[in-house]
């Protein structure tokens, strides 16, 4: 295939996944999202993926996603390269939400495959090719098995990645060998961006283009230290950097919660995003103090880091 239409340079880097941004009663407030983007984009990350797996969106409703977007987009849709994430269990939903991105100011949209039924890849393709029609927006297909069930082919892969719309792929699968089959499949051309947090610089390394993760939303500084020495050529410190974040991610897992535990952390630093929506857990009185020693070593970490960000922001 010739030279895109559609420039992948603006989806690379540190993308944050963005948490769900809820009130004292449980409902969206646009305020803390409004607030949590600011905090991102004065942070110098490059972009913002919004109703993923970290914002809930499979928890949420059409309206309430849409709200999310709208502030984010709102706020920080000048600055930061946005990606919606618009995958939903029914197609009709997904393409409602796709016209609302475009129509808001999304940079791109993207989707996992339709869950709960187990879909043959022709039903994914024909329910990913409606999505890719139904605006002028770039697609960004999302890989992640572990809970949607479906393997993407090299073949579906190879099939989508021909058409000028579909820019690129976040790989959630938990191998390196899919990611980068799926950059030689989709070629130089072709963006692949890396889902495991604790995987990132392995991804990089092997044909990543940048990431988009969940954890990088309590340490974004981190993340950006990561990216800043692979793309400087330090590999060694590097390495170091991606060894102190895998801890720190451990210890995250330890909690009932991901999900939780992240917003509880980004509570204490003033940044109040409510508890996570059932059935997932917030975190415990009595992880009260793991909560706190834990968030004490991130930012103990990220003042030690000389970490730089997209726009040039250092700490």
């Not at 990611?179 to 889902?195: H, I, M, P, T, Y």
């Not at 630093?269 to 996570?276: E, H, K, S, V, Y």
């Not at 103090?289 to 000389?306: F, G, M, Q």
Request: glycine share 10%; with cysteine.
């Amino acid at each position: 295939m010739e030279s895109r239409t559609y420039p992948i340079d603006r989806f690379k880097g540190i993308t944050v996944a963005m948490y769900s941004c809820y009130d004292e009663h449980g409902e969206v407030s646009k305020e803390a999202a409004r607030k949590l983007a600011r905090h991102y984009a004065d942070i110098g990350v490059n972009g913002l993926y919004v109703g993923g797996s970290t914002g809930e969106g499979m928890l949420q409703s059409v309206e309430e996603r849409k709200r999310t977007l709208e502030a984010v987009v709102d706020e920080v849709g000048n600055e930061l390269t946005i990606v919606a994430h618009i995958g939903a269990p029914s197609t009709r939903d997904c393409i409602e939400l796709a016209k609302h991105a475009e129509q808001v100011g999304a940079h791109a949209v993207s989707a996992v495959p339709a869950i709960y039924y187990r879909l043959s890849a022709r039903s994914v393709e024909a329910h990913w090719q409606a999505i890719v029609d139904s605006t002028s927006l770039p697609f960004i297909i999302y890989h992640i098995p572990q809970t949607t069930g479906f393997q993407l082919s090299t073949a579906l892969m190879a099939k989508m990645a021909a058409q000028d719309k579909v820019i690129g792929v976040k790989i959630s699968a938990e191998s390196t060998f899919e990611l980068q089959q799926s950059k030689a499949v989709g070629g130089e051309d072709f963006l692949v961006l890396n889902g495991p947090d604790e995987q990132y610089l392995a991804g990089r390394s092997i044909g990543a283009d940048g990431g988009i993760g969940g954890t990088y939303g309590v340490m974004p500084e981190l993340f950006l230290k990561i990216e800043r020495c692979f793309r400087e050529g330090r590999m060694e410190q590097a390495l170091e950097w991606q060894f102190i974040v895998n801890d720190l991610i451990k210890r995250l897992l330890s909690f009932p919660s991901l999900y939780g535990a992240c917003k509880a952390i980004l509570k204490l630093r003033g940044l109040d995003c409510g508890g996570p929506r059932m059935p997932l857990l917030p975190i415990s009185e009595a992880d009260r103090e793991r909560i706190v020693s834990l968030d004490h070593d991130i930012r103990k970490y990220v003042s030690l880091a000389d970490w730089k960000g997209e726009h040039g922001k250092k700490q």
